[in-house]
């Protein structure tokens, strides 16, 4: 589950939709939601994958993605593309933010910033046909 650097391309290649929290071991927040993904990443074993990175001991695998708070959590679809959430997802849960590069307006990232509850987990990664 804990991971020391990001690579897309690698991602790409899990073939299952993926979540990265970006945190830290020592951020009271990025302890609290711990459990949760402790809880899904054993769930869901070859169904999904759920990675965390402490970005204050591995701060060069952060510089590709939007995060400007922790707990930070970036989400892919099974195809590693960015998952796109729904009306009704991103109505229901608070912080979910969608990028789009500035040139082409292409969807590159979807984002969750701060904590984020189980329950809010599970509604992401159901519409990326994991339960």
Known sequence: MKITKTDLNEIKSYGIPTVIDFGSDDCIPCKEMAPVLETLNAEWQ?????????????????????????????????????????????????????????TTEKHIFTVHQGGITEEDMRKIFAEMGIE
């Open 46 to 102: 070859g169904k999904a994958a759920v990675q965390f990175m402490d970005v204050w001991k591995y701060n060069d695998g952060v510089d590709d993605f939007p995060v400007s708070v922790i707990p930070t959590q970036v989400f892919f679809n099974a195809d590693g593309t960015p998952y796109v959430p729904s009306e009704n997802i991103l109505s229901s849960i608070d912080g979910l933010t969608m990028y789009s590069d500035k």
